[in-house]
């Protein structure tokens, strides 16, 4: 079974940076990708990246040129590096690691309390 866990998170003013970690614990054959959700006050959980264990990456359209993941393999840790935060961001993050199929990314872990991000000046 695995296990994610994030951190990284915080107070950061419009435009800042943040980079965000995800430490996975244990292994399953069928993961080969690490995805990063997040879920904005009053709102549904949202896909914002995935990356494949080949480093393919796809990202939504609200992020892109602005976040990059990244995972360190040795480390089973992935990355989520911010910038240009803006305050439509703040949102609790999450983390899975999981599969894809026809490029569509599958989360196969439980979610583990993710890690708030606030976007304010």
């Known amino acids: 079974q695995v296990h994610v866990m994030e951190s990284g998170g915080g107070l950061v003013q419009p435009g800042g940076s943040l980079r965000l970690s995800c430490a996975a614990s244990?292994?399953?054959?069928?993961?080969?990708?690490m995805g990063w959700y997040r879920q904005p006050p009053g709102k549904e959980r949202e896909l914002v990246a995935h990356?494949?264990?080949?480093?393919?990456?796809n990202y939504a359209d609200s992020v892109k040129g602005r976040f990059t993941i990244s995972r360190d393999g040795a480390k089973n840790t992935g990355y989520l590096q911010m910038g240009s935060l803006k305050p439509e961001d703040t949102a609790v993050y999450y983390c899975s690691e999981g599969y894809t199929h026809n490029g569509r990314y599958y989360p196969l872990t439980n979610w583990g309390q993710g890690t708030q991000v606030t976007v304010s000046s």
């Open positions: 990356i494949t264990n080949t480093g393919t990456t």
């Open positions: 244990g292994t399953a054959s069928v993961i080969n990708a």
